[in-house]
Structure formats: C-alpha cells, structure tokens
C-alpha cells in the first residue's frame, strides 16, 4: 500500500522506527522502506551495523531518544526518580547510568558540554542522515543546534566508541 502511494505521488518516502540492530536488519531486508528511525547514542549503540547497511543500501537514518532520555544532559543523578516508562529502571540501573554519564563526562572533559559533545558523537557518523533531539525550552534548542557547528575531535570519538565496546556492548543494560 506505501508503496501504491509513493508511486501516485501522495508521499514522498516510508519508512518505519526500531530500536534494534536486528529490527532494522529486518526492514532493510524485507522492504524497500525509504527511512528508518533508529535509537543510538553514545550509551546505545548497538544497531550501528545494521545502520551502516541501511546506510549502504541508500536508506536515510534519522537518530531517536540521542541523549539517552535525558541522561546525557547531565540533568540525573544515582539518586534521581523516574515515573512512567522509565520507571522500569532499578536503583542498580540508575546507579550505572550515572556512572556511564560520569564516564562520559570525563572522556570529553569536565567544562565540555555532554549534550554538544553526544550529538556531535552522533553526527560525526556518516550513516546518519539527522538526529532529532527534544527540547523544551529556546537554550535547550540553541544548545542543540550548536552541536552542528563543530567536529567532536578524533580522539574523543574514539574514547566514547571504546567505551561503549568495553563497558556497556553485550552486558545487561535495559532501554
């Protein structure tokens, strides 16, 4: 059906949204979706191969949930309370997070902004056709905006890749 109207001209593009590697390995495999959205950041990376293929395959990328709920803006903490969904989260959880979110803090350095530095770590792969954070208010906006006027350097690239692979890829860490 997505397909008859792209066709007639009523939409431009289809697509659909996932949170998994293996989800959008799915969507790559079965349709001919034009995009998909996709959870990643710098604490959730595991679809990033299964994007490099969407990617591959000329499907455009748009990047959902890039501060982590939260989290990467530096505004919880170990003791902080959630309602809602996120209220999934136990205490030992919310502990790691913030330990993670401290870790990152250190890797771009303490006066660096982890909300600049979290999207420019998601620009600063090719797969990614746009990201879209929230914001609430017009600093939280100008905040996010600012992260596309500058290159996250190599070596902090590389710190949040690494960390990701050693401390968080394949150990329990629930979304």
Known sequence: MLRKLKQQGKIRAYGASFDT???VQQI???TDSDVIE???NVLY???LEAMRKAHDMGIGLIVKVPLDSGWLTGKYDENSTFSGVRKRW????IRQRYYLVNKVQ???GPDASMVKASLQYILSFSEVSTII???RNSHQLNQNLSASNEKLSDDIRHALRVMWIEEIQGKHFPW
């Open 90 to 93: 136990s205490r030992d959880d």
């Open 28 to 30: 790559v495999n079965h």
């Open 106 to 108: 250190e890797l771009i």
């Open 21 to 23: 590697g293996r989800e």
């Open 45 to 47: 990376q595991e679809p």
């Open 133 to 135: 954070p929230g914001a």
């Open 38 to 40: 996709v959870m990643f």
